[in-house]
Every structure is written in structure tokens, then in C-alpha cells.
């Protein structure tokens, strides 16, 4: 792969969110199409987005991966707060920011997100109609309609007594947390992944990613502030049909962290899109070959909505 990287940074309402912008080798003076990435549920850009945005730069696409405020190279106290308003913000001036790079052209712009920021690009595209493509990689588009509890409970091997047991210790820290949000003290904690009841994730199936995640991603952070619990996204009916630019949804088919079905049931009545499944696990799907299966189908779709054909190249010319 050839590409470049620089390390950038950009104002969003008062915050400093680092970045990095990936650059195919310049060629030309011609101006690149864009692809803006929106991370996932605590996740930094030290992990799973390089992955993507080398490979869209080593093949024509200047692309943007950062951090939302308050997680990972980017500025906002207190550290490891979830608010998906203020993301949205985040993203919003993310892409101000491409839309103002000399290499960049502004009416070329894709949105990417996987998993909660799945969630941000549709609500995004949805209100900017200049955005000319969407990728939702596993979008959780909704918290509640959107989950897959059962899936969940039938692969855990846990039962109903101790889904809620579980459940109402997590509510309580939200709560603990919430009112500690008023009160201007410091947040109250959950783990990403840990224990039933003290974590978002506790699949003991999972260990081995999230120990893979700690060591090859330096400035992730095995906590988030329990407030998400009351934050998380909900989908607005009729989100999808105000998308004009074109959607692609690449789904894994056993993913017990969001419902493919749900999100099908939503897009379907969109003005254009295109849905990609494969066989894996909501958090497999970054790795392997299936991983590969992704970039390439996703890459294929970028080229075919951003990229200008040999015949238009000749009659702009």
C-alpha cells in the first residue's frame, strides 16, 4: 500500500480533536474525493480505522479518521465521556474541516462509520444533502429497538434472572452517574468490557479482542462514564428516506450487539441502498479475511459513486 499521513487537528465548539489525514501519493493537482470516518462505542483511530483508511488512500481517496472529545489524542475533561450530541458535533466539524483541505474536493465527500457512529453518518446524511455517499459498517442505529438481546442471551449462555439482575446494576450506576454529571463531580465508571452488571460488554467469548485491543491500542481506555446508558441513540423514523446520496450497509450475520434485521427493516425504504453480509460475529468482522471481504466491497462501492469514469474524465477534459 502506498499513502501518506499527516497529523491534523480542528475546532469543534471550543475543543481540540486530533487527527490524521490519509493521503494517496500526489500525482496530480486534481482534487481528491473524501472519505470522513466516524469510530465506534469507545473506540480511538490508533485501532480498526487505519486498517480501513490505508487502504482508501492507497486507492484514490483522501480520508480523515479522529477522535471524538473527550477520548483518546483529543481534548475534553472529564476523560471517557460517551455523549453522542456532542460527537455529532464533532463529526459535523470534521467535515467542515475536509471540505476546507486544498486536496480535498468539498463535493465529493463520503461518510464512515461503523457500530455508534454507524448511527452518527445516517443521522448526519440525513440533514446535509451534500454528502455524496454513506458506508454504515454494522450502524447501531438504535440502543433499545435496534439491540439484540436475545441473540445475546442464547450465546452467553445467561438467563432471563440474570440479564436483569445485570441490567439494573448498570441502570444504577447510569443514575450514580447522571446526578455526579449534575453535581459537576467526576464521573462514575463502567468498563467496556468486564463483569456482568460492572460492563458494557461481558461476553466471556470477547476477552481475547478486548485483551487484543488494550495492547495494540495505546490510547484506548477500558472505561466509560455510565451516563451513556441514558444517551444512547435512538432512531427516528424516516431517518433513512431524507438520505439522498447512496447507502452501503455491510453487515455481519451474527452480530448479537445490534439486530441486522432491525437496520434492514429501516433502509429499506431508502432512495438508494445496497446491503453486504457476511459471516461473522459483530466484532470479528474487523479482522481476517472477512475483514478483506469488507475493504474490498466497500472500496468497490466508493469507486463506483465518487470516482469519475474513463468517459467523463475524457468529456471534462
Not at 450465546?155 to 445485570?166: C, D, R, W, Y
Not at 444504577?172 to 463502567?190: E, I, M
Not at 439486530?259 to 466484532?283: G, L, M, Q, T
Request: glycine fraction near 6%.
Amino acid at each position: 500500500m502506498k499513502f501518506e499521513r499527516q497529523r491534523v487537528s480542528f475546532m469543534s465548539r471550543g475543543i481540540t480533536c486530533g487527527g490524521y489525514l490519509f493521503t494517496p501519493p500526489r500525482q496530480t493537482t486534481a482534487r481528491l474525493p473524501c472519505v470522513v470516518m466516524a469510530n465506534g462505542f469507545s473506540g480511538t483511530m490508533d485501532w480498526i480505522l487505519p486498517d480501513f483508511a490505508k487502504a482508501f488512500a492507497s486507492s484514490g481517496f483522501a480520508t480523515l479518521i479522529f477522535d471524538y472529545r473527550h477520548l483518546g489524542e483529543s481534548e475534553g475533561i472529564p476523560r471517557q465521556l460517551i455523549e453522542p450530541s456532542e460527537q455529532l458535533t464533532d463529526l459535523r466539524n470534521a467535515i467542515a474541516f475536509v471540505k476546507r483541505q486544498d486536496i480535498v474536493d468539498p463535493n465529493r465527500i463520503a461518510l464512515w462509520g461503523t457500530s455508534l457512529g454507524g448511527s452518527h453518518v445516517v443521522r448526519i446524511a440525513a440533514e446535509d444533502q451534500t454528502i455524496s455517499a454513506v458506508i454504515g459498517n454494522m450502524p447501531a442505529i438504535d440502543a433499545i429497538k435496534g439491540s439484540n438481546v436475545k441473540a445475546k442471551i442464547k450465546k452467553t449462555g445467561g438467563t432471563n434472572i440474570q440479564l436483569v439482575t445485570a441490567s439494573v446494576k448498570l441502570l444504577v450506576a447510569g443514575v450514580v452517574d447522571t446526578v455526579r454529571g449534575w453535581l459537576g463531580f467526576n464521573p462514575c465508571y463502567l468498563k467496556v468490557f468486564g463483569k456482568p452488571g460492572k460492563a458494557f460488554f461481558a461476553d466471556p467469548a470477547l476477552a481475547a479482542r478486548f485483551e487484543n485491543l488494550k495492547k495494540n491500542s495505546p490510547t484506548w481506555r477500558n472505561k466509560v462514564a455510565a451516563r451513556f446508558l441514558f444517551k444512547a441513540p435512538r432512531y427516528k423514523e424516516g431517518t433513512f428516506e431524507k438520505i439522498k446520496a447512496p447507502i452501503l450497509l455491510t453487515l455481519a450475520t451474527d452480530d448479537v450487539e445490534v439486530s441486522i434485521d432491525y437496520i434492514k427493516e429501516k433502509a429499506r425504504n431508502a432512495r438508494s441502498v445496497e446491503i453486504k453480509e457476511y459471516p461473522s460475529s459483530h466484532f470479528d468482522l474487523y479482522h481476517g479475511e472477512v475483514l478483506t471481504s469488507v475493504i474490498e466491497d466497500q472500496l468497490a462501492f466508493l469507486n463506483k459513486k465518487l470516482m469519475p469514469s474513463p468517459r467523463q474524465s475524457v468529456e471534462t477534459a
